[in-house]
């Protein structure tokens, strides 16, 4: 971002006030956008841990040998809802992956919980699909086949699929 607006200041030597204003314009939305959904998410993982459910879905998973679909599902489903893959994949490592030994099992269930955060990330229309009225609206209207809906999911489903065998 730097790089870029000292180039852009350069080229348009001119407007330097508005490059300027322009730079931190952007930083700002990225502090007040993307950060502070990372930090929701943690504080979320955060009260996951304090009630005690993440010892309990462990519990769980372990028992019924569901510990891949907990680590995919989990930041997948907070990843779909807030459009942040960084923020679910951190909450389910600091809340899940601690309780685990360092075993190649916790590297894997890590490597899962990345796949399901980069996929609940690029899923089109995240949160807004459900949220926003319009867009129910709309609803008849909507071509899935260019939304990628199909694309995202079956390539979620094949990449889950390899990693969990």
Known sequence: ???????????????????????????GTAYGGIISLTI??????AGIGAVGLAEVLLQ??????????LAGGFPWALATLSGSGSGPILAFAQTF???LDGSDASVR????????GAF??????SLPWWSIPPVW????????????????CSGAAVAMGVAVR
């Open 97 to 99: 992956l601690v309780g």
């Open 1 to 27: 971002m730097l790089i870029g607006a000292g180039l852009a200041a350069l080229v348009a030597w001119r407007e330097v006030s508005a490059v300027t204003r322009s730079l931190f314009d952007g930083m």
């Open 137 to 152: 609206w709309t609803w008849p209207r909507w071509n899935w086949s260019s939304d990628c809906w199909c694309h995202c």
């Open 60 to 69: 769980q998973a372990r028992a019924s040998d569901t510990l891949g679909l």
């Open 40 to 45: 929701t998410a943690q504080c979320f993982g």
């Open 120 to 125: 609940g990330r690029t899923c089109p229309r």
């Open 109 to 116: 269930l890590g490597a899962l919980a990345c796949l399901g």
